[in-house]
């Protein structure tokens, strides 16, 4: 950015900030949005702030807390007031733009506008974080989620009627979907355990805010690295088609392996996965049917629809779910991901699904005989519905990853080797072309699980906690983050895309016990991490480094949402090198954060640990994590012409 741009934006922000001070001044609108904040029958302590939307004409459409969206009818015209009042403040000298946020005293108010939506959050100290940068990424994921269900054609429904009313498309789900990503942020570790208890898909040991902050994805571990490679094979070779576009292995929000396309380009975002994985790890239905549902991926195409077709594996033991996407929505689609499902259970060694629905029906005491898995006669219409309109552009999707998928047309990405037979030779269960099971023989014979599945198993295991505590005890700390990034195979190493970003640590847990503690870590964590970046942590700064990013979002000529959502691309992208930056307050703790060439790491450390000492017991950590990458991380992303 040219240095006469950035001092413009500098002064035009200080001016709004100024501006800022004349809106909080206003104390009689402000003291009524916090009296409409504290109407919920959320205890204080552990709601987090609350997240508004609403449209151009002022009109709510979701409020996180506070009962029903009509209530805030005259709470949303103030805060459409006060924009209106920035955006008047417009002269010959400076023009303000769109307001970014606004404190009063404890209350924080943060603002992102779209074309046609308004999102809004509002934090009082007590409830939800206190820096903008943290509120700016929940308000970017909340407007992610909206695209995620409805596609960015909601923007062009407001611009040609501003009071539609879009809870009518929203519907329950979609209101479900948001909460559930919201409180992500919020996650109260200590509840995570009666969570697991009642839902085996729910991802036992959770990071909750860590993956936001790292901009990665949690991997389940530990995994021997040829056991997750032989399985990735597995999914090439019996879902690889002309329209498959990703295929995923999950258990709750955790990620097993992933397969996708081999141009960079047309590869996952880290914030389309985390939609994903939240969207499907939540789903009460997973364990007993099968879903075939329309998606929208923000970052990768948000103008329309693909379709995701996801089945619980094994939903006694381990909650295995597959999620495999396409851009055709056809009955047929169905049909082929439906066998692809059932062929890689059988290759894991997993009895058929119908088998152990029969089983868990036997067990339940409820009488009740209806079928729960998805007939194909139930989505038949389906191919005749309103999503046949994207053929089009699904068409276009297609013929863009099909052209960048092929060997010869990766301009600059070396080819990528095959699996050798040593990788291969620990499951006799996987072969490279898998050998359909006769129908007579499944059901005579007791199926007994391959060794990924036992692996798995013993992977689930409350292990974790001691493997953590090793970590721990390495470092003398008492909570750490760990992101690792590692090139998807066949990408170039010269470029900062292809990449797949993963993280690791422990949950937080004593003598964090209260949400309110753990929010302060993590907001301690992002002020590193923006320091690690930028070089300060201060509200100028990100601003500034927010503006250099929007502009500049992807090259496609497919619909994105980067230039709306800046924060996370800014997470997303790879650190300087070597960088250290630490954090003491109030003579308790001590916060590091460290980064390199494909990592970072951000650690609590006891205050009466010096900064040197601290920053050396960190570096002997990442050490130790680098070289326990293969196990803890799927350190050999695959792409379908691997």
């Not at 308004?118 to 909340?142: H, K, P």
């Not at 939609?275 to 099968?290: A, D, H, S, W």
Request: aromatic residues 8%.
């Amino acid at each position: 950015m040219p240095a006469g741009a950035s001092k413009s934006k500098k002064s035009k922000r200080q001016a709004a900030r100024g501006r800022g001070r004349e809106l909080s001044s206003n104390s009689k609108a402000l003291s009524k949005i916090s009296d409409y904040t504290a109407e919920t029958t959320t205890p204080p302590k552990d709601r987090g702030p609350n997240v508004i939307i609403l449209s151009s004409a002022g009109k709510p459409i979701f409020v996180r807390h506070g009962g029903d969206e009509d209530n805030w009818s005259s709470a949303c015209g103030l805060l459409q007031g006060l924009r209106a009042n920035v955006l008047s403040f417009d002269d010959v000298d400076s023009s303000l733009g769109e307001i970014q946020s606004i404190r009063a005293g404890n209350t924080l108010i943060v603002f992102l506008n779209t074309k046609a939506l308004m999102l809004v959050a509002i934090s009082d100290g007590e409830n939800g974080s206190q820096s903008e940068g943290w509120l700016r990424l929940q308000l970017e994921y909340t407007y992610a989620q909206v695209i995620f269900t409805l596609t960015d054609q909601i923007q062009s429904i407001f611009e040609q009627s501003p009071s539609y009313d879009l809870r009518t498309m929203m519907g329950p789900n979609v209101d479900a979907s948001l909460r559930n990503l919201l409180d992500q942020f919020d996650h109260h570790d200590s509840d995570e355990g009666k969570q697991c208890e009642t839902d085996i898909s729910a991802s036992s040991y959770s990071q909750g805010a860590a993956t936001f902050l790292t901009a990665g994805v949690e991997c389940v571990f530990p995994l021997n690295p040829e056991l997750r490679d032989s399985t990735s094979q597995l999914l090439i070779d019996t879902c690889r088609g002309d329209n498959t576009l990703f295929a995923l292995l999950v258990v709750g929000t955790r990620l097993v392996t992933i397969v996708q396309p081999s141009n960079p380009t047309s590869q996952l975002h880290t914030s389309d996965l985390h939609l994903i994985m939240t969207f499907v790890g939540r789903q009460p239905g997973l364990l007993t049917n099968e879903l075939w549902f329309p998606v929208c991926l923000p970052r990768f195409d948000s103008s329309g629809f693909l379709y995701a077709y996801t089945s619980c594996l094994d939903p006694v033991h381990t909650g295995l779910s597959i999620v495999l996407i396409s851009g055709n929505n056809s009955t047929e689609q169905f049909k082929v991901f439906h066998s692809a499902a059932d062929e890689v259970r059988s290759n894991l060694g997993l009895p058929p699904i119908g088998s152990v629905r029969s089983s868990m029906s036997s067990k339940s005491s409820t009488g009740d005989d209806k079928e729960t898995a998805t007939n194909w006669s139930d989505i038949q219409d389906d191919s005749d519905s309103d999503y046949d309109d994207d053929n089009d552009r699904r068409d276009s999707i297609l013929s863009r990853i099909s052209a960048s998928g092929k060997r010869t047309s990766g301009q600059g990405i070396a080819p990528r080797p095959l699996l050798g037979e040593r990788q291969l030779s620990m499951t006799n269960y996987l072969t490279h072309n898998p050998r359909p099971r006769p129908k007579a023989a499944e059901q005579k014979e007791t199926t007994q699980d391959g060794p990924f599945v036992t692996a798995l198993k013993i992977a689930l295991l409350p292990q974790q906690e001691d493997i953590m505590s090793q970590y721990l005890e390495l470092a003398s700390a008492v909570h750490f983050t760990f992101r690792c990034d590692i090139y998807v195979q066949g990408s170039s190493e010269t470029s900062t895309e292809g990449m797949l970003t993963q993280c690791f640590g422990p949950p937080l847990s004593f003598p964090f016990t209260d949400i309110q503690s753990q929010r302060k870590v993590w907001d301690v964590y992002q002020r590193l991490s923006l320091r690690l970046r930028l070089g300060s942590s201060s509200v100028e700064t990100c601003y500034d480094a927010l503006d250099m990013f929007q502009g500049h979002g992807s090259s496609n000529n497919l619909g994105d949402i980067t230039n709306d959502c800046p924060m996370q691309a800014l997470l997303e992208s790879p650190p300087n090198v070597h960088g250290v930056t630490y954090l003491q307050e109030d003579n308790e703790w001590l916060y590091v954060g460290l980064n390199g060439k494909f990592f970072e790491l951000y650690a609590t450390l006891p205050a009466t640990v010096k900064p040197r000492e601290g920053t050396a017991y960190c570096a002997r950590l990442v050490r130790k994590l680098m070289g326990d990458e293969r196990i803890l991380f799927l350190s050999n992303p695959l792409t379908w012409n691997s």
